[in-house]
T-cell receptor, first 114, second 111 residues
């Protein structure tokens, strides 16, 4: 089945450690996005990528890094510079620039700093 | 940066009632999307709107793309308990394909 997969679903990190969240899609979508969701809050854009080997900062990129070496993959690294990393992280993908630009989401990764 | 203002923040309704929520912005968007999120899950796409003035239905859900391209609304008719969740609007900008979300409307339905 085609879809977008995030892993792991739950992740625990010690303070001061970097951690990488995985996002893989087999929908042949060009665009991919990372969002952060805090309890009772909306989705805030961290990074997005329209094509392979290119990405742009969203509204809250500080303390995060991404790469887009393959069309199917858009991993997000939460670095030790992110002061409040505990949140629910959502990855999405879409076809930009065509008649159909619906974005589809993965199931999310809940990151907890311990 | 660009922002979407979604209202209301929360709604408590009786089963069978109709619901309306909306999103507004000072910026123009090329596409409006409406999502529903269940607790601990990723949002699921409900309706996509591509043209100003477009009115689209999906079962009991109806959404419209505002003529000014700066707003959109979502209506749910004859609500049922499984409509409970958080509803988000999202707008796709015409600059670089940035997808921005509203703050969400949390819907509670009393049987």
């Amino acid at each position: 089945d085609g879809g977008i997969t995030q892993s792991p679903k739950y992740l625990f990190r010690k303070e001061g450690q970097n951690v990488t969240l995985s996002c893989e899609q087999n929908l042949n979508h060009d665009a991919m996005y990372w969002y952060r969701q805090d309890p009772g809050q909306g989705l805030r854009l961290i990074y997005y990528s329209q094509i392979v080997n290119d990405f742009q900062k969203g509204d809250i990129a500080e303390g995060y890094s991404v790469s887009r070496e393959k069309k199917e993959s858009f991993p997000l690294t939460v670095t030790s510079a992110q002061k409040n990393p505990t949140a629910f992280y959502l990855c999405a993908s879409s076809y930009p620039g065509t008649a159909s630009v619906e974005a589809f989401f993965g199931q999310g990764t809940r990151l907890t700093v311990v | 940066g660009q922002q979407l203002n979604q209202s209301p923040q929360s709604m408590f309704i009786q089963e069978g009632e109709d619901v309306s929520m909306n999103c507004t912005s000072s910026s123009i968007f090329n596409t409006w999307l409406w999502y529903k999120q269940d607790p601990g899950e990723g949002p699921v796409l409900l309706i996509a709107l591509y043209k100003a003035g477009e009115l689209t239905s999906n079962g009991r859900l109806t959404a419209q793309f505002g003529i000014t391209r700066k707003d959109s609304f979502l209506n749910i008719s004859a609500s049922i308990p499984s409509d409970v969740g958080i509803y988000f609007c999202a707008g796709l900008t015409n600059q670089g394909g940035k997808l921005i979300f509203g703050q969400g409307t949390e819907l509670s339905v009393k049987p």
